[in-house]
């Protein structure tokens, strides 16, 4: 399973309580608390729990250690092809993370497991649409290939909306729309920041808001954007400074020289 935002993982009326409790703190930032609440002892909540910890890993840089502890549990305990496929994929996208804020080049252990998850999960199947949205990360950011980065993401678009998997597309429509404003295409652009956002705001992903209205804001005139900004740092703060990545967008501009 990708352990998104899909029907029956706590964002919808009628879910589990407990899938429901991990969904409210994990939109909050609370990933530690989140997984204490799941016994790590069956293959599904093990690689919920991982899934958690690797989550913080890519939003406050810290908390590596216990992500690894996790996946190993979650791997040790996978028995079908699925469930290996979706610990790799949970491993690739550790590796991944690890590269992108500089705590060890970990890109070939990642492009490894990404394509160990793409042997072992088969097409169409729910968890293939976050491999190929991660698949479409390690492209864009690390492989610097917007093209493949772009085939790679609208494949998980479209499986994201086959899947009916809300939060995944609200990365898929904010990629895309990252993609489309490096083209120039602010039209475009503007209507996919906008559709990510919107979608956040209905689930109530707190943690994921504020780059949405971050990114927002670049494609929009004065005062929009400001005011786009000035809520982003709001959010920002009642988070405690999470994603920590955000901070340099969300500084307030440096004073100039003195004028008489």
Excluded: K
Excluded at 179 to 197: I, M, N, T
């Amino acid at each position: 399973m990708a352990y998104t935002a899909m029907s029956g993982n706590g964002t919808t009326a009628g879910d589990d309580p407990l899938q429901t409790a991990v969904w409210r703190l994990r939109s909050r930032a609370c990933w530690a608390d989140a997984a204490a609440l799941l016994p790590p002892d069956t293959p599904g909540t093990a690689l919920q729990r991982a899934m958690l910890l690797v989550e913080r890993c890519l939003y406050t840089e810290g908390g590596w250690a216990d992500a690894e502890d996790a996946l190993r549990t979650a791997e040790a305990l996978a028995h079908t092809d699925e469930e290996r496929g979706a610990a790799a994929c949970e491993r690739g996208q550790l590796a991944y993370a690890a590269t992108l804020h500089g705590v060890r080049d970990r890109v070939d252990e990642a492009r490894a497991a990404l394509g160990r998850a793409a042997a072992l999960i088969p097409p169409g199947a729910a968890g293939r649409a976050l491999l190929d949205f991660r698949r479409g990360l390690l492209a864009e950011n690390l492989s610097r290939s917007p093209q493949a980065a772009r085939a790679a993401y609208r494949r998980a678009h479209a499986g994201a909306t086959a899947h009916a998997d809300p939060l995944l597309l609200s990365f898929t429509w904010r990629h895309l729309a990252g993609l489309a404003l490096r083209d120039g295409e602010l039209a475009e652009a503007r209507h996919g920041f906008a559709e990510s956002l919107r979608i956040r705001e209905e689930l109530g992903y707190l943690v994921g808001t504020a780059p949405a209205l971050v990114s927002l804001a670049d494609t929009e005139d004065e005062p929009a954007a400001t005011r786009l900004r000035d809520e982003a740092r709001r959010l920002f703060r009642l988070l405690g400074g999470v994603p920590t990545w955000l901070a340099a967008q969300l500084a307030p501009p440096a004073a100039g020289p003195a004028t008489a």
